[in-house]
């Protein structure tokens, strides 16, 4: 066990298509958005001061022995701990630092929680495997979000572009041209419980409406998978565009989020969508080198608070 601070990192996430279906059994294609980190470091402490995390921007300190049963930060350390053999609570301070904005749906929950398990499994001096971590993340995903499909912690572990289908193994995915996402953030928090939560609600009252839209969604995935192998980005923002209205049929989008996507495309974009549990958060926008710059300053002057670039490149 390292007497040295240990620290460990996650990225951010995005959903390129197939959210809030993918909650029900369909494929989905997320990324990771590495241009916004979570970090953890594990500090050792004196004997007997116990296990402390401080997570400074959520402005919250949790010593784990009074942190509550369903505080997502102390379960994710209860179990890593569980899985590393460590039975007695260590006097270990754990700090937190994001640059992912919350509630915005690049998974910052996900990316804290990962950084976390990571940060103890460095400092306990043993490998982190992603499916280990993604599935100990499951479990504050699961206080945050309510009926999470595992995407957001999944891509997040794995840190790879992925093709994801609850309950399977997740997919790397890889592209055989780069693309580039325009990331635009509405400024809008909307926590994904609620989301979920209302299109449940939907569901349940309207069964057969809302499995054909997840079946329309599942195909535009299907399609997008195969545009993605063919290098066809001009298709692939078509996708985008189709998802996005199948997920304003789901009741997700909003007019914050409406006037971002047109934007986007009256600027070049080949194609928007909002991305995540949707009504505020962010909007991707499928952009060329051509009109990159374009669609960013026309995302801005309709109100985003920030835009972020990432480009998917293809692996090796
Ligand atoms: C959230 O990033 C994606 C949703 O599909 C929820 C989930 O998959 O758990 C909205």
Not at 53 to 61: C, R
Request: one cysteine or more; a negative charge; aromatic letters at 4%.
């Amino acid at each position: 066990m390292s007497v040295s601070p240990a620290t460990a990192t996650a990225p951010g996430k995005t959903i390129l298509l197939g959210e809030h279906a993918v909650v029900y059994g369909r494929p989905a294609i997320a990324t990771p958005v590495w241009q916004t980190v979570a970090s953890a470091t594990v500090t050792p402490l004196a004997p007997d001061s116990g296990c402390v995390i401080v997570a400074e921007d959520l402005g919250e300190t949790i010593r784990l022995h009074d942190g509550a049963a369903d505080q997502p930060l102390a379960l994710v350390t209860r179990l890593a701990l569980a899985e590393l053999g460590i039975t007695q609570e260590p006097d270990w301070q754990i700090t937190l630092q994001s640059t992912i904005p919350i509630a915005s749906g690049l998974g910052s929950g996900a990316a804290l929680s990962t950084a976390l398990v990571r940060a103890l499994f460095a400092q306990a001096g043993q490998i982190a495997e992603p499916q280990t971590v993604s599935r100990i993340v499951y479990e504050s995903e699961r206080i945050y979000h309510g009926t999470p499909s595992g995407i957001d912690n999944t891509v997040i572990a794995y840190g790879t572009p992925i093709w994801f289908v609850r309950g399977q193994p997740a997919e790397a995915f890889v592209p055989p041209v780069p693309f580039t996402l325009a990331i635009a953030d509405s400024g809008i928090r909307s926590p994904t419980k609620e989301t979920v939560g209302d299109v449940r609600r939907g569901w349940e009252a309207q069964p057969a409406r809302h499995e054909a839209l997840f079946d329309a969604i599942a195909a535009a995935v299907h399609a997008g998978r195969k545009a993605i192998a063919a290098g066809d980005l001009a298709l692939l923002g078509a996708l985008m565009d189709e998802d996005h209205a199948l997920l304003a049929q789901l009741g997700v989008s909003s007019d914050p989020l409406e006037r971002l996507v047109t934007a986007a495309r009256a600027a070049g974009a080949l194609g928007a969508k909002l991305s995540g549990g949707g009504r505020g958060g962010n909007v991707i926008a499928l952009v060329t080198a051509d009109c990159q710059v374009a669609v960013e300053h026309a995302l801005l002057a309709a109100s985003a608070v920030r835009v972020i670039g990432t480009t998917v490149t293809p692996v090796g």
